[in-house]
């Protein structure tokens, strides 16, 4: 049996006894990690082919990347905050709701939004409706995310995290491969409107009955009644009988979260018309440009919302060391992935982009998952961080390979080496931040946080590589755009490589 030790309780208050999780069965694990084979499909059909190429269908070619940048970002900078948020609202669930789970409700309700959207997606004609469908997408999504991610450290033992972060990895792997080869045997830009669009329409049914089915089957075969949130929460309600009078009140919104909201909203009050004022002045002939100052807004907003969320890095120090690490490898992952479909077409050159995109994805996938449920197991047993540096160095090599060459068939080769490394990383992932997570009170919440590296990735790097694309372009330079991008890909893989030798709490 598994112990989990509770916080120390606080000055009068009796020590609980640690909570006992019972090793799982690899059917239960499966369980538990099945629905993210629906999120991966999802999410990757959505961003690899089918966003891009109806981007591109509807702006044409001069223009992609910025409005591909207007789409991507406001629905990244939702997921900012809504991912902590609802899994702050998971783990606080409460009364009859919580009699089908924590986050059974959420996942469920989150799903069927999103399902919704997407079909509002599949109905865009211009960009602006595309982007504000886009953004519930990504409410409702992380509105299911959240508390799914909690399912892992709150019922999974702490000796198999390494193998349920495994199977995590493999069935996210399972899933990027559908995704990949669904999307990309019925969306082709290049075929006149109307066949396009049945395509896409068909795309968009596909990914809503794969999600709606794996979510289904995650509700109800996962026992949340057996974990550690469940099992806390029906000691506090005994507690609560036995001394009704030394419950505290439960508050949602305290003097310092109205503080926090209130220094935020007083800060960007103050930039952005500063960076206005500098612009109309035009202060030593630089111009601060829009998606710079997206970029600096965002980041104003990125701190507030930590802080909403009780991130402390000097209380935590080692879950703020994964969170840096995370949000620096995924920069350099979402950096070679938003603008793979383009590298395909521009610089690569391929007949048909989305058949070559589809392609690489897949050799990614399949030699990923030669490496996930490995690496997995083997960092149960040698070590999360070895995984890492070995998984971080295959990532950077693919960045070199693809500014040296753009020959159709070494792309591919090096999608074999990049899947290697993206399988080891995947897998290990899961288990590091479960190993780190502060709080057992808050897991989904800190899930969250968590999650939060995975966001600003996304508003960073369409923010910075689509502009820089669209530059090169417009002077006939486009392959050199892709060698910058690509090169600022290599730089962060080695920083996420690096940083994670300074997680104290895992020695290896």
Same mark, same amino acid.
């Given at each position: ?363 990614? $996938?399949?030699? #990923?998952?030669?490496? &996930?449920? *490995? /690496?997995?197991? !083997?960092?149960? +047993?040698?070590?999360?961080? %070895? ?36 399988? $080891?990383?995947? #897998?290990?992932?899961? &288990?590091? *931040? /479960?190993?780190? !997570?502060?709080? +057992?009170?808050?897991?989904? %919440? ?63």
């Amino acid at each position: 049996m598994a112990t989990v030790d509770l916080e120390d309780a606080g000055p009068g208050e009796p020590e609980h006894p640690v909570i006992h999780l019972p090793r799982l069965r690899w059917t239960q694990i499966l369980a538990i990690s099945i629905f993210y084979f629906g999120l991966t499909f999802h999410w990757t059909a959505l961003g690899l082919i089918v966003l891009p190429s109806q981007v591109l269908k509807i702006v044409g070619d001069a223009h992609k990347g910025e409005a591909l940048a207007y789409v991507l970002i406001p629905g990244a900078f939702v997921a900012l905050f809504s991912n902590p948020l609802f899994g702050m609202f998971s783990d606080r669930t409460r009364g009859r709701l919580a009699a089908w789970g924590r986050r059974r409700p959420y996942i469920f309700s989150g799903v069927l939004v999103n399902v919704a959207a997407l079909v509002w997606m599949a109905t865009a004609r211009d960009i602006p409706s595309l982007a504000i469908a886009y953004i519930i997408v990504q409410f409702s999504s992380n509105a299911a995310q959240a508390p799914f991610h909690a399912l892992l450290p709150d019922i999974v033992p702490a000796q198999q995290r390494g193998m349920a972060s495994g199977v995590m990895g493999l069935v996210q792997l399972l899933g990027t491969i559908a995704g990949i080869v669904v999307a990309g045997l019925f969306i082709d830009s290049a075929k006149p409107f109307p066949a396009y669009q049945q395509g896409l329409w068909l795309t968009y049914g596909i990914i809503s009955a794969v999600l709606i089915a794996f979510m289904l089957i995650t509700i109800f075969a996962v026992h949340e009644g057996r974990g550690t949130s469940a099992q806390m929460a029906a000691r506090e309600a005994e507690s609560a009988a036995a001394h009704p009078l030394d419950t505290p009140t439960r508050r949602w919104i305290t003097r310092s979260t109205v503080l926090n909201v209130v220094g935020v909203l007083v800060v960007a009050g103050i930039v952005w018309p500063l960076m206005f004022l500098w612009n109309q002045q035009r202060v030593a002939g630089v111009q601060i440009g829009a998606d710079v100052q997206q970029v600096i807004l965002e980041v104003i907003v990125t701190v507030g919302i930590l802080r909403f969320f009780d991130f402390n890095p000097r209380r935590d120090p080692d879950f703020a060391w994964v969170l840096l690490t995370r949000l620096v490898m995924m920069l350099g992952i979402y950096t070679i992935q938003t603008f793979l479909l383009f590298y395909m077409r521009d610089a690569v050159k391929a007949p048909h982009p989305e058949a070559a995109t589809s392609t690489f994805t897949i050799i990614v $996938a399949l030699t #990923s998952l030669v490496s &996930a449920f *490995v /690496a997995g197991w !083997l960092s149960d +047993h040698f070590g999360r961080k %070895r995984m890492v540096y070995i998984s971080g160095c295959f990532m950077a090599l693919v960045g070199l390979v693809f500014i040296v060459t753009q020959s159709l068939p070494l792309v591919l080769a090096a999608g074999a080496i990049f899947g290697l490394g993206y399988g $080891a990383y995947q #897998s290990v992932d899961w &288990a590091l *931040v /479960a190993d780190v !997570l502060p709080s +057992h009170k808050h897991y989904a %919440r800190d899930m969250g946080i968590w999650n939060i590296s995975l966001a600003v990735p996304q508003v960073i790097a369409p923010v910075i590589g689509g502009p820089l694309i669209d530059h090169f372009t417009a002077s006939h330079q486009p392959i050199l755009g892709f060698q910058v991008i690509f090169g600022m890909a290599i730089v962060y893989c080695l920083l996420g490589t690096v940083t994670v030798r300074y997680i104290k709490s895992v020695k290896r």
